[in-house]
């Protein structure tokens, strides 16, 4: 199999980059103009940084998501998909309490504005959110548009630069699997069961199936798309329906005899465990799952599913019968050449700690409950 491989030079750069902005560091990016300008999380705002010259004389912008504005400011209609507001006169304190959503913090003589695609506001958006933060971000722009006095202001701070075109490339390439090793793994829920391991070609991200029984060899197997959920699989959350979820999946497919559970590597809705975290704090205070991930930045769900339709490709699987209540999944699915052949419900009762999350997913993210 071919993988589609990122070129190791810019895998590299881009790895340094992203390592660089987790750890609250800066980044220098460059747009399609050759327009320049440093980064750096707005979660981190609050950290100090060692003065660098030039840098610290740049009057700072605050970039932000679609959602997060339209959070923040509910009757913004702009369709942009980025924003940006001047935070010049902003603490730390004020830019790390906007990030993720505290919208009494926003100045309300200022005004939001929008961004368009590709833009610097857009671009520095993007790579935070690359780097699985929240995304937004402080922007300071570059007035040089020689690349050569761009370069002389971070090379001395050994500070990371990202052109448009490495960008890009980490945006548009999808990563591709092979099977790397299976094993026998006898379950609770189903003794006779294997695992297949997933190799990514980015190196990063691991996903597997679980076999069931015959899974690999009836016509059309009972499958389910099962995305990572840490508190609920492994600790048994109240607060969501994932774990019951997996092992009546499980149980389910053991009693037919074959079946296969795909493991996707993408908690929260792929906003990664710490920014679950941070939603789950934000619905202690009153907000549902999809205002939570809203008032951080992010999609109503930030997942797709081409990596599902990679892994059925290999195991060689193109007719299934799909056991889930989200059409989203069986529209993602079709779309990408998987023939389903029977959708089934997968409805569990509820109790008293997740019941609003389940009314919520009804009601907002349109899953077939009834």
Avoid: W
């Amino acid at each position: 199999m071919q993988l589609t491989i990122i070129p190791k030079n810019i895998a590299g750069k881009i790895d340094t980059a992203l390592s660089a902005l987790r750890r609250g560091s800066m980044v220098m990016i460059r747009d399609q103009n050759q327009r320049a300008g440093f980064i750096r999380a707005a979660e981190f705002a609050d950290y100090e940084l060692p003065e660098i010259p030039h840098i610290s004389q740049i009057a700072p912008t605050l970039c932000f998501t679609r959602q997060h504005v339209q959070f923040l400011r509910p009757h913004t209609t702009s369709d942009k998909p980025v924003f940006s507001l001047p935070a010049n006169t902003l603490t730390g304190e004020q830019i790390v309490g906007l990030s993720i959503g505290e919208s009494k913090l926003l100045p309300q003589n200022v005004g939001l504005l929008p961004e368009h695609e590709n833009s610097l506001v857009d671009l520095a958006v993007k790579v935070v959110k690359f780097a699985k933060l929240l995304p937004s971000a402080l922007l300071y722009r570059v007035s040089h548009t020689d690349i050569y006095q761009q370069d002389r202001l971070s090379s001395p701070y050994q500070i990371p630069v990202l052109e448009f075109s490495d960008i890009a490339s980490f945006s548009s390439i999808q990563p591709s699997l092979s099977i790397s090793i299976e094993a026998d793994l006898p379950l609770k829920q189903a003794p006779e069961s294997k695992i297949i391991m997933f190799r990514n070609s980015n190196g990063k991200e691991e996903h597997f199936a679980i076999v069931v029984g015959e899974g690999l060899s009836v016509k059309e197997p009972l499958v389910r798309l099962h995305s990572q959920c840490l508190t609920g699989d492994v600790f048994g959350s109240l607060k969501c329906d994932c774990g019951d979820q997996l092992q009546t999946a499980l149980s389910l497919m053991s009693s037919e005899g074959a079946g296969v559970v795909l493991y996707l590597a993408q908690e929260g809705r792929d906003i990664g465990l710490l920014n679950k975290i941070r939603a789950y704090a934000l619905q202690d205070a009153g907000l549902d799952t999809v205002e939570a991930n809203h008032s951080l930045g992010f999609d109503t769900d930030e997942r797709g599913f081409s990596t599902a339709v990679e892994m059925l490709n290999l195991l060689e699987l193109s007719h299934i019968k799909l056991l889930t209540n989200n059409p989203d999944k069986v529209k993602q699915l079709s779309e990408l050449g998987i023939t389903i052949t029977q959708r089934l419900p997968l409805v569990l009762p509820t109790n008293p700690h997740n019941e609003n999350y389940i009314k919520v997913k009804k009601e907002k993210t349109g899953h077939l409950l009834s």
